[in-house]
């Protein structure tokens, strides 16, 4: 969408239009980037797992997925994290355009350990690493904003991969 800006006061803005600020709601991170300003919520969305995946093109997972519940959920820019309660669901939008796509479901039973980093004042990422089966390095490493409680990754994590 291109929108122009206006002056207020002393600096520069745009409206945003009322169907953006439900999935954003009324607080919201702005980072400056390489090639722009880059404008995403201050609390990761709770989706359903229908959410979730309606823009995908899974159809035959999603049918199967019916049968399982989403415990927690978090779109980062354009990547998916799908804790379900069978499985961990990763959903990782790649290259420029985000059309190609990759799809990861482990099996919480393969998950052998797992450590999460916690933000820090100078590093303000968290991150969470996964070992599947008996991998001497990580899986899968992946990194959050503040605005995700590692804590209630961990919570999820912990309970169905000690069962």
């Known amino acids: ?20 600020l439900k999935s954003f709601g009324e607080t919201v991170i702005i980072e400056k980037t390489l090639t722009g300003i880059l404008i995403k919520p201050s609390q990761p969305q709770k989706l359903s797992l229908s959410d979730l995946l309606a823009s995908t093109d899974m159809d035959a997972m999603y049918t199967q997925m019916k049968m399982e519940v989403n415990e927690l959920g978090f779109k980062i820019i354009r990547d998916m994290f799908i804790f379900t309660n069978k499985r961990l669901i990763l959903v990782d939008k790649q290259g420029i355009t985000g059309s190609k796509t990759e799809y990861k479901s482990i099996s919480y039973k393969s998950i052998t350990r797992f450590s999460i980093e916690t933000a820090g004042t100078f590093d303000l990422d968290a991150e969470l690493k996964i070992w599947v089966s008996s991998e001497i390095q990580p899986s899968i490493s992946k990194q959050f904003n503040k605005s995700v409680n590692v804590y209630d990754v961990q919570k999820v994590l912990a309970h169905h991969v000690l069962q």
């Open 1 to 20: 969408m291109e929108k122009r800006l206006v002056k207020i006061g002393n600096s520069m803005g745009f409206v945003i239009p009322k169907s953006y």
